[in-house]
């Protein structure tokens, strides 16, 4: 009986690769590679961010220098290339660079290794193809946005009164520091301006979700209310002439600050804290009450419009049950319930104000 041999149909070689062919003849007519071409990536001229796909991703140009190299930027090779079946590996090497006249990188040459193979049983075959990617030049939204002075939302910040430019600096700065917790992709601020007015200030942002992050942290701690609207932003001819809106979060700060003096709910209180909730002194329970900002707000207080003063304890006297104290402004004395100041010594002084009578010592803010 005749011995049964597998050979190449279209050779005679006893080395099957696929398909009753060797790899040779299986190649010749299926090769790896049907039809390649020159790549393009517009990289952005300012920051040099690459855009992939008609998108702008998170890659840079350094990016394609880099070994190995990232694969959302090899797959440009089996999107733009054609092949007989999908490449499982591909491997790239830069072999040279060429820069134009006016010294920006504009071609990037290599060798790209592809591995594949026809069926997920049969090894993988590697062949070697050289590549020239052109690097184009164009302007990624995040220069477009700080080159032409749009944003894309903002933060605006008001007060129910007039505020000084040393506070409108201190809110300024926080809202600088608080930024550069949230970078955009190349790690630079999303806040690229701010504009100071009378009862606030207004922050502009080039990304939506930091804006409204980087409001609510700052609303947290100033005890100020949110709301989220939209504002008319120019016109935009992209749309029809159509005027788009841009988000805006509104933080409406209290009417009272720490260390205020007010009446809630017939109670004389002292404003000690405030931002998600109110910790405030009460005077006449003699103890600390806390109330979340917008049950605080809802009570209506009364803000009292005195200043504190600074006074002098002179001396404990009747038994210690009445202590003498002095305005150390006009001097004046007065006679005090020494419960007030008990933890003090002669001599020393402390802020206080009189209400209806009564001398009511400044407690420490938190």
């Known amino acids: 009986m005749a011995e049964l041999r597998s050979q190449c149909i279209s050779c005679g070689s006893s080395k099957i690769f696929f398909g009753r062919l060797c790899q040779p003849c299986y190649l010749q007519n299926h090769p790896i590679l049907k039809q390649k071409k020159d790549l393009h990536i517009t990289a952005c001229e300012k920051c040099e961010?690459?855009?992939?796909?008609?998108?702008?991703?998170?890659?840079?140009?350094?990016?394609?220098?880099?070994?190995?190299?990232?694969?959302?930027?090899?797959?440009?090779?089996?999107?733009?290339?054609?092949?007989?079946?999908?490449?499982?590996?591909?491997?790239?090497?830069?072999?040279?660079?060429?820069?134009?006249?006016?010294?920006?990188?504009?071609?990037?040459?290599?060798?790209?290794?592809?591995?594949?193979?026809?069926?997920?049983?049969?090894?993988?075959?590697?062949?070697?193809?050289?590549?020239?990617?052109?690097?184009?030049?164009?302007?990624?939204?995040?220069?477009?946005?700080?080159?032409?002075?749009?944003?894309?939302?903002?933060?605006?910040?008001?007060?129910?009164?007039?505020?000084?430019?040393?506070?409108?600096?201190?809110?300024?700065?926080?809202?600088?520091?608080?930024?550069?917790?949230?970078?955009?992709?190349?790690?630079?601020?999303?806040?690229?301006?701010?504009?100071?007015?009378?009862?606030?200030i207004d922050?502009?942002?080039?990304m939506k979700?930091?804006?409204?992050?980087?409001?609510?942290?700052?609303?947290?701690?100033?005890?100020?209310?949110?709301?989220?609207?939209?504002?008319?932003?120019?016109?935009?001819?992209?749309?029809?002439?159509?005027?788009?809106?841009?988000?805006?979060?509104?933080?409406?700060?209290?009417?009272?600050?720490?260390?205020?003096i007010a009446i809630l709910n017939h109670q004389l209180i002292q404003i000690l804290r405030c931002n998600s909730k109110v910790e405030y002194w009460d005077f006449t329970k003699k103890m600390k009450g806390k109330l979340p900002i917008k049950s605080f707000i809802a009570f209506e207080p009364q803000i009292v419009e005195e200043d504190f003063e600074q006074f002098q304890l002179i001396n404990f006297e009747q038994g210690g049950t009445l202590a003498q104290v002095m305005n150390t402004r006009n001097f004046e004395t007065h006679y005090i319930d020494s419960t007030e100041i008990s933890d003090l010594s002669e001599g020393e002084t402390f802020e206080g104000i009189f209400y209806n009578g009564r001398l009511l010592r400044r407690q420490k803010e938190i």
């Not at 944003?151 to 008001?158: D, E, N, P, T, V």
Request: contains cysteine.
């Open 203 to 206: 922050a502009f942002f080039q």
């Open 209 to 260: 979700a930091a804006a409204n992050s980087i409001g609510r942290e700052f609303a947290k701690k100033h005890g100020g209310i949110i709301s989220v609207t939209t504002e008319f932003a120019g016109f935009d001819k992209s749309k029809s002439k159509e005027h788009p809106r841009k988000p805006v979060v509104l933080i409406t700060l209290p009417d009272f600050n720490p260390g205020d």
């Open 49 to 200: 961010l690459l855009s992939i796909g008609g998108h702008w991703s998170n890659f840079y140009l350094v990016d394609l220098g880099k070994t190995p190299i990232n694969t959302k930027i090899s797959k440009l090779f089996s999107q733009e290339w054609k092949f007989h079946y999908r490449p499982k590996k591909i491997q790239i090497q830069i072999m040279n660079i060429e820069s134009d006249e006016d010294g920006y990188l504009s071609v990037i040459i290599g060798i790209v290794d592809i591995s594949a193979s026809p069926d997920a049983f049969v090894p993988l075959m590697t062949i070697s193809e050289d590549f020239k990617i052109h690097i184009e030049r164009g302007e990624c939204t995040e220069c477009h946005t700080r080159l032409t002075g749009s944003y894309f939302s903002k933060i605006q910040i008001r007060s129910p009164k007039e505020v000084d430019n040393e506070q409108l600096n201190i809110w300024s700065d926080e809202i600088e520091n608080i930024s550069q917790s949230y970078p955009q992709t190349d790690g630079k601020s999303p806040l690229f301006k701010i504009n100071y007015l009378k009862t606030g």
